[in-house]
């Protein structure tokens, strides 16, 4: 599927975002997302949040150096953040933006490639005294992402915001083969943690597949239980709360919206802004 890539260079707010996570023991954000409960009155709209991993930016794989997954060649850059997940947890749901508890479970949707809901990431950088909190999207990238009509629509999706680097011409990059690298760049204990039993069951049910146990350790990166459990999910980020505490007496606040892949020269839509790299920066009071 052609799609074009980003025309943009990096973010502005890129450079010291991702020098403060380099200076984090373990990077960690926390993910918000709105969970959609059917009832007798209507959908109802509940918050969730939790703790999870950044894995890097899209696109920018640091590989670890047990990894012996296929990697993709060095082609894009993006500004879009990754985490990992089991495609059976409550978020899945939540990511794809769909209803809960009603007649539809969504479950054939969820086994594929999708997704697009809104999302908060928030990354509490202690050592700066700094809070990022990011506003966008998420989308679920699964095994037929390459060749489902959803896996395409994410691809496109993704693309718009991806860097192609120069003197990248003829060679290929696969969503597919990011998957496994992202897979391959965990333990082989976490890999073994997509062959437990079901998340957020009662662990007095009996699990009907002998195949799914706690503890086991999953080398084979092309592990068919696993990796259909395993996920990769892409934030695309289009606001930006940034709040510096260094100072008590004058903390800082800028606020950054995305305006877009555009040719010609955007004005500033607020009091004191500029626009750089796609993105309009403005000053707020804290």
């Known amino acids: 599927m052609a799609t074009a890539s980003s025309t943009l260079g990096p973010a502005p707010w890129r450079k010291a975002f991702q020098e403060q996570i380099k200076g984090m023991s373990s990077p960690e954000f926390t993910l918000g997302t709105i969970r959609k409960i059917a009832s007798e009155n209507g959908t109802v709209y509940s918050p969730r949040a939790r703790t ?12 670890h150096p047990d990894n012996t997954a296929e990697l993709n060649p060095d082609l894009y850059e ?8 089991d495609r ?20 054939e949707m969820l086994k594929g490639s999708g997704g697009g809901a809104p999302v908060e990431a928030v990354f509490w950088v202690k050592e700066k005294a700094t809070q990022w909190r990011f506003k966008g999207r998420a989308y679920v990238l699964a095994p037929d992402v390459d060749v489902s009509e959803e896996g395409k629509r994410v691809i496109a999706a993704l693309k718009e915001r991806m860097r ?18 992202h897979f391959g760049n ?12 079901p998340p957020g069951v009662p662990v007095a049910v009996p699990v009907d597949d002998e195949r799914l146990k706690v503890g086991q350790e999953v080398t ?7 990796r ?12 930006l709360d940034c709040v510096d505490l260094n100072d008590p007496a004058r903390t800082l606040r800028w606020v ?29 009071w804290p």
């Open 88 to 107: 059976r947890m409550d978020k899945a749901a939540e990511l794809f933006g769909v209803e809960t508890g009603g007649k539809d479970d969504h479950e």
């Open 186 to 197: 965990t333990s082989p204990i976490m890999r073994g943690s997509f062959r437990n039993p």
């Open 256 to 284: 950054y919206m995305f305006v877009g892949n555009k040719t010609e020269p955007t004005e500033p839509t607020m009091p004191g802004g500029v626009v750089e790299g796609g993105w309009e920066m403005v000053e707020v």
């Open 78 to 85: 993006s500004d879009l953040f990754t985490f990992t997940t």
């Open 220 to 226: 084979d990166l092309n592990d068919e239980v696993a």
């Open 228 to 239: 259909s459990n395993f996920r990769v999910v892409v934030i695309v980020p289009d606001e």
């Open 164 to 181: 192609r680097k120069s003197g990248s011409e003829g060679k290929e990059w696969s969503f597919s083969r990011e998957i496994t690298a």
């Open 52 to 63: 999870c991993a950044f894995r890097g930016f899209f696109a920018e794989l640091d590989a």
